[in-house]
């Protein structure tokens, strides 16, 4: 969670967004407090067993949970899909909840990548692009550099993972984004690697569902020919799933990964 300057904060354009961080900072959130694109930091992890150094030869997952959920959410889905690799599972910085029992999550609180559920436009560019920072960082701080990182995330996390390639592609070995979208790319700077990201063919596998009740249709179509477009893709359509997962969704995130040579499938 970030503060800014006063005079950072009182510095602003027409449309609300600040002068500072070269227009990186935008207008003020309605949603959750702050502005989009307020600098972050991500606050907890937690590892899988061997503080994710257990198979150290195999890539590690780098878990990214959806709006409202936690850390707990992808760590236990990794048991499903990927059985024989490391993970780490980040808590998003956002706090809609506070980390104790109640309705959200698994008991460990809710979060949220962005100051919206699902921020669009120029609001998109900002939040992604500081998230994206803040996880990059972490990952560089905290990581090997030697070591494969695989992102996986839903919703949320999935658009999140998707932009790490934007940002920082060299370091991802590949993503997986399950009912994700994409940042447009309108704010200068929010990008930075796309005009590299398309010579490198990096594995995405994109799966969703045709009754997503969150995501438009348009957003869907757009991230998918974007996708086309900047990496090697593999896509999935799941009939008469809404937004969220399916057993289906993760045989073929298996067999993906599989074919990626990512995961072994034996554990």
């Known amino acids: 969670m970030v503060t800014m300057t006063d005079e950072a904060v009182n510095s602003e354009y027409s449309n609300g967004a600040s002068k500072g961080e070269n227009g990186l900072i935008g207008r003020q959130s309605d949603a959750i407090p702050g502005r989009f694109g307020d600098p972050m930091e991500i606050p907890h992890v937690i590892y899988s ?28 889905m990794m048991r499903y899909v990927a059985p024989g690799n490391d993970y780490v599972s980040l808590r998003a910085p956002l706090v809609l909840q506070a980390e104790g029992p109640g309705e959200f999550g698994s008991g460990t609180g ?4 962005f100051h919206d559920g699902v921020p669009t436009g ?16 972490w990952v560089s701080e905290h990581i090997d550099p030697e070591r494969e990182l695989v992102p996986i995330g839903f919703s949320q996390g999935a658009a999140l993972a998707i932009h790490l390639l934007r940002v920082h592609p060299e370091r991802y070995r590949a993503v997986a984004a ?27 596998f994109y799966g969703y569902g045709d009754l997503d009740n969150v995501l438009p249709k348009y957003e869907i179509y757009g991230a998918t020919a974007w996708l086309e477009e900047h990496t090697w893709l593999t896509v999935k359509n799941y009939h008469q799933l809404d937004h969220a997962v399916s057993p289906a969704e993760f045989a073929d995130l298996t067999q993906w990964l599989l074919l990626n040579n990512i995961s072994s499938g034996v554990v």
């Open 49 to 76: 067993q061997g503080g994710g150094k257990a198979r150290p030869t195999r890539p590690m997952f780098l878990c990214l949970h959806g709006w409202g959920s936690n850390e707990q959410d992808l760590a236990q």
């Open 178 to 204: 399950l009912s994700g979208f994409v940042a447009p790319g309108q704010v200068p700077g929010t990008a930075p690697a796309d005009d590299r990201l398309g010579d490198m063919e990096k594995p995405v």
């Open 122 to 137: 120029e609001d998109l560019d900002r939040d992604i692009f500081a998230a994206a920072t803040a996880v990059d960082n």
């Open 110 to 113: 809710a979060y949220s990548w």
